[in-house]
C-alpha cells in the first residue's frame, strides 16, 4: 500500500503521530508527505490519501476531495473536523473515516481491517494508550513537541477537546518520554516542548493539581540526558489557573527556559465565565497571575474575544480586567476570536462578532506591546466555521 499524507500549515503535528505510529510497526506501506494538491496528483490513481483537517479548512479540502475523487484514489480523513462530523465527510467524497484517537486505527486500516462500523474507524469508543506510539518519528527525524497528556476532565462550551480526545486524561509514562527524548539527543534534538490540556496537571489524579513529584522527575531527567532548552507551561500548550501554585513554578523553574507561562482565562466577565463553563472564577485567575509574576514568570493569558452573546456590559468588565492584570501583574494578552466549533454546546451562536469597540481596544494593546494572537484573523475563519457549524 502506498499512502500520502496531505500536508497544511495546520495539521504537522496530526500527521507525525500517525507516520510515528505506521513506522512503529513492521508494516507493508510507503509513506509520503506532499504539501500540495499538484504534487498529489503525481501519484498513480489507487494510492491512499490522508487528510486531517479542522473545521476551517472544510472548503478548501472540499474542492480538493473533488479533484481526487476523479481519479480514483482512495481518500481517508480524520482529525477534528472528521470527527464531529463523520457523516459528513463522507459525503464529500471520503471511503472512510477516522474518528478521535488515530493512531491504532490507522494501522488496523493499512493491515486491512474493516472499520468499526460502515464506513467509520472509530478512535472515540477505542482510545490508545499514549505510551502504546512513539510522539515523534526519530527515524525520519520528524520532530514535534511530547504529547504528555491526551484528554481533558473539563468542558468549556468553545472547545472541541473533550471530545476528540476524550474526557479522562491519559498521561504518557515519564520513561516513555525519557527514551524517545534521549534518542532524539541523539540526533541532535536538545530542545523539549509538550503538549498537554494543562501542564501543569502531569501525572496528576484530577488533571488539576500539581503532582510536584512527576513533574520534578520528568524536567530532572531530561537535563540528565542531554536536553538544554525545556519549556513547560508554555507554547503549544497551556495552564489552568487553579495549577498555579508556587511549588509548581518554583519547581520548573529550576530547569526550563521559559520565564512567561501561558495561562487561560478567556474572558473577565463573570456573567461569561459562567455560560462558557470555564469551571473556575475571576479570583482564581488572579491569584494565578498573582503567584506566576511573584516567581518571576511573566504570566501570558489567553482571552476570547466576541462571545456573540455578550452584552455591552459584558465586554466593558473584561477590558477593565484585561487593563488590571496588565497593570498589576504585567500580563500579556494572547488574544482570539470565538469561533463556533461544531459539535461544541456554544456552536449554535454563530461566528464571534468584533465591535468597533474592540477594534479600539484590541489595536492599542497590539500597538504597545501588550498583546498578540491570530484574532484578527479568526473572525474571518470564525465566518467559515460558522457556515458548517448550523
Ligand atoms: S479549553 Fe482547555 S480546559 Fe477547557 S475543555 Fe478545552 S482543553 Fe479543557
Redesign the pocket.
Known amino acids: 500500500m502506498k499512502i500520502v499524507f496531505r500536508k497544511t500549515k495546520t495539521n504537522y503535528y496530526s500527521i507525525v503521530s500517525l507516520i510515528s505510529a505506521i513506522d512503529s510497526r513492521k508494516l507493508d506501506v510507503d509513506v509520503y508527505i506532499e504539501s500540495s494538491l499538484e504534487e498529489i496528483l503525481k501519484y498513480p490513481e489507487g494510492v491512499v490519501v490522508a487528510y486531517s483537517f479542522m473545521s476551517f479548512d472544510y472548503e478548501r479540502v472540499k474542492k480538493e476531495v473533488k479533484i481526487l475523487k476523479e481519479k480514483n484514489y482512495t481518500l481517508i480523513a480524520g482529525g477534528p473536523h472528521p470527527t464531529a462530523d463523520p457523516e459528513g465527510v463522507l459525503s464529500m467524497g471520503f471511503d472512510y473515516v477516522f474518528m478521535g484517537d488515530g493512531e491504532e486505527n490507522i494501522i488496523k486500516f493499512i493491515e486491512g481491517f474493516p472499520p468499526d462500523s460502515g464506513k467509520i474507524y472509530d478512535g472515540i469508543k477505542n482510545r490508545v494508550s499514549l505510551d502504546h506510539y512513539p510522539p515523534f518519528d526519530v527515524q525520519r527525524e520528524m520532530f514535534m513537541p511530547v504529547e504528555i497528556a491526551r484528554g481533558?476532565?473539563?468542558?468549556?462550551g468553545?472547545?472541541?477537546?473533550?471530545y476528540l480526545?476524550g474526557r479522562k486524561v491519559r498521561y504518557r509514562s515519564i520513561e516513555s518520554i525519557i527514551h524517545y527524548a534521549a534518542l532524539g539527543v541523539k540526533k541532535g534534538r536538545r530542545i523539549a516542548r509538550f503538549i498537554a490540556?494543562?501542564s501543569f496537571g502531569y501525572m496528576s489524579k484530577d488533571g488539576i493539581t500539581p503532582n510536584i513529584e512527576a513533574i520534578e522527575r520528568l524536567l530532572y531527567g531530561l537535563k540528565k540526558i542531554g536536553i538544554e532548552d525545556i519549556f513547560f507551561g508554555t507554547f503549544p500548550s497551556?495552564v489552568?489557573p487553579e495549577s498555579v501554585t508556587h511549588e509548581v513554578l518554583r519547581t520548573i523553574k529550576k530547569y526550563v527556559k521559559n520565564r512567561s507561562i501561558i495561562i487561560?482565562a478567556?474572558t473577565g466577565s463573570k456573567r461569561v465565565l459562567k455560560i462558557i463553563?470555564?469551571?473556575h472564577d475571576l479570583e482564581t485567575v488572579e491569584k494565578a497571575l498573582e503567584v506566576a509574576a511573584l516567581e518571576g514568570f511573566t504570566p501570558h493569558v489567553d482571552f476570547i474575544f466576541g462571545f456573540p452573546f455578550e452584552t455591552k456590559e459584558d465586554i466593558q468588565e473584561t477590558f477593565e480586567f484585561v487593563e488590571k492584570i496588565i497593570k498589576k501583574y504585567k500580563a500579556k494578552i494572547h488574544a482570539h476570536t470565538f469561533m463556533p466549533l461544531p459539535k461544541t454546546p456554544l456552536a449554535k451562536y454563530g461566528a464571534g462578532v468584533l465591535t468597533r469597540k474592540h477594534y479600539k481596544f484590541l489595536g492599542k494593546l497590539s500597538s504597545s506591546g501588550y498583546m498578540d494572537g491570530y484574532w484578527h484573523k479568526q473572525q474571518d475563519l470564525a465566518r467559515t466555521v460558522e457556515k458548517i457549524s448550523k
Do not use: I
Not at 158 to 162: A, I, Q, R, S
Open positions: 481533558c476532565p473539563f468542558t468549556c468553545y472547545c472541541f477537546t473533550p480526545a490540556s494543562n497551556d489552568r487561560g478567556q463553563n470555564r469551571g
